[in-house]
């Protein structure tokens, strides 16, 4: 006898005892009585069997079945919305048998067997819902389905509790593509913070170039006009409390001076081209131009000076003596532009 039979016991009648004892209905036992056609009687506690009832209903026999409230439990499983893993349940289940004369009709002789196939039937039904990780989704909805209790075969399952878990193998499964998502997760995390640290760098480097390029700026328009201006003593001043500055001046000053001889050249070349230059002008532009050009600013800026007096000389032999004079391409010393100036006068 299982564990989970409702029928407790069962008896005959004894043909033509109509005084006899009547079997007795006790408490939490209901009393199903049988004819030999099929028919059933359930008798509750604190109802009674006739003997009229025994004598013109022919009932044949009785059974005892259990209407107290119990307990069982059970395992199953029922599977996810994909069919490579499945969860497992456990099942508490609190009933008690409502109609006794459907136990005996259907000749249930376990209570479990009766009530098993219902419960996993819906319980598939929600759990095929949910993936692997979902179980507590899952659990959640199965037992909000059971909150009003289970009717089925005679049976009233008054509370259905489940327990759903996953297999050893399929945490472990599910435990390695978590693992795997974290680390996604944390390796992007970790460009992002990369890459904002690198364009705040990046950002923090040409605010400070430009900071750097705007002081800069801001003292060379201070110094200029002291270099322009000759004030040599206020510059030094400067100088001293800013060391930092003197690459930047001297490379000031240099491109100053270069700039200055180099349009000395250009107007010696107008003036030497244009014949601007008198026989009572010769001294005072040997002294302060020929003189200052050519022995202070070296072979290099005096190449433009010979090309242009060159030039100017070989044009005025052809036109005033009738004879060419070859340009010369090399350096030329003071007393050779000496003597190209005296040339010049004995011409006018």
């Given at each position: 006898?299982?564990?989970?039979?409702?029928?407790?016991?069962?008896?005959?009648?004894?043909?033509?005892?109509?005084?006899?004892?009547?079997?007795?209905?006790?408490?939490?036992?209901?009393?199903?009585?049988?004819?030999?056609?099929?028919?059933?009687?359930?008798?509750?506690?604190?109802?009674?069997?006739?003997?009229?009832?025994?004598?013109?209903?022919?009932?044949?026999?009785?059974?005892?079945?259990?209407?107290?409230?119990?307990?069982?439990?059970?395992?199953?499983?029922?599977?996810?919305?994909?069919?490579?893993?499945?969860?497992?349940?456990?099942?508490?289940?609190?009933?008690?048998?409502?109609?006794?004369?459907?136990?005996?009709?259907?000749?249930?002789?376990?209570?479990?067997?009766?009530?098993?196939?219902?419960?996993?039937?819906?319980?598939?039904?929600?759990?095929?819902?949910?993936?692997?990780?979902?179980?507590?989704?899952?659990?959640?909805?199965?037992?909000?389905?059971?909150?009003?209790?289970?009717?089925?075969?005679?049976?009233?399952?008054?509370?259905?509790?489940?327990?759903?878990?996953?297999?050893?193998?399929?945490?472990?499964?599910?435990?390695?593509?978590?693992?795997?998502?974290?680390?996604?997760?944390?390796?992007?995390?970790?460009?992002?913070?990369?890459?904002?640290?690198?364009?705040?760098?990046?950002?923090?480097?040409?605010?400070?170039?430009?900071?750097?390029?705007?002081?800069?700026?801001?003292?060379?328009?201070?110094?200029?006009?002291?270099?322009?201006?000759?004030?040599?003593?206020?510059?030094?001043?400067?100088?001293?409390?800013?060391?930092?500055?003197?690459?930047?001046?001297?490379?000031?000053?240099?491109?100053?001076?270069?700039?200055?001889?180099?349009?000395?050249?250009?107007?010696?070349?107008?003036?030497?081209?244009?014949?601007?230059?008198?026989?009572?002008?010769?001294?005072?532009?040997?002294?302060?131009?020929?003189?200052?050009v050519l022995d202070s600013l070296g072979p290099v800026s005096t190449k433009a000076l010979t090309d242009g007096k060159a030039k100017a000389t070989a044009e005025k032999s052809v036109n005033k003596k009738g004879k060419k004079k070859p340009a010369k391409e090399d350096v030329v010393d003071a007393k050779e532009v000496d003597e190209i100036i005296e040339e010049n006068d004995e011409d006018e």
């Amino acid at each position: 006898m299982s564990s989970y039979d409702p029928i407790v016991g069962t008896g005959d009648f004894p043909k033509l005892n109509l005084f006899g004892s009547r079997p007795t209905v006790e408490p939490g036992v209901a009393l199903v009585v049988y004819s030999d056609k099929g028919d059933v009687l359930a008798l509750m506690p604190g109802q009674r069997l006739t003997a009229g009832d025994v004598a013109w209903k022919n009932y044949k026999g009785y059974f005892k079945v259990d209407i107290g409230v119990h307990n069982l439990e059970f395992q199953t499983k029922v599977p996810c919305n994909k069919d490579a893993f499945s969860f497992e349940a456990k099942l508490q289940i609190t009933y008690q048998v409502e109609k006794p004369d459907v136990i005996v009709k259907n000749k249930i002789r376990d209570i479990l067997a009766a009530l098993k196939p219902e419960i996993e039937n819906r319980m598939r039904t929600i759990s095929r819902k949910y993936s692997a990780d979902q179980s507590e989704d899952a659990e959640y909805e199965i037992n909000n389905s059971f909150k009003s209790g289970l009717h089925v075969n005679g049976i009233f399952a008054s509370q259905i509790i489940s327990n759903l878990e996953l297999p050893a193998e399929a945490r472990e499964h599910i435990h390695k593509i978590q693992s795997a998502k974290n680390e996604i997760a944390r390796q992007e995390v970790a460009y992002e913070l990369e890459s904002t640290k690198l364009r705040y760098e990046n950002e923090l480097a040409t605010a400070k170039l430009k900071h750097e390029n705007d002081l800069k700026k801001q003292r060379m328009d201070f110094y200029a006009p002291l270099i322009k201006k000759g004030q040599w003593n206020l510059l030094a001043l400067q100088l001293a409390e800013h060391p930092e500055d003197v690459a930047s001046i001297v490379n000031l000053i240099n491109q100053q001076q270069q700039a200055d001889r180099e349009n000395q050249l250009k107007m010696l070349k107008i003036m030497l081209e244009e014949d601007v230059v008198e026989g009572f002008q010769v001294e005072e532009v040997r002294k302060r131009i020929l003189q200052k050009v050519l022995d202070s600013l070296g072979p290099v800026s005096t190449k433009a000076l010979t090309d242009g007096k060159a030039k100017a000389t070989a044009e005025k032999s052809v036109n005033k003596k009738g004879k060419k004079k070859p340009a010369k391409e090399d350096v030329v010393d003071a007393k050779e532009v000496d003597e190209i100036i005296e040339e010049n006068d004995e011409d006018e």
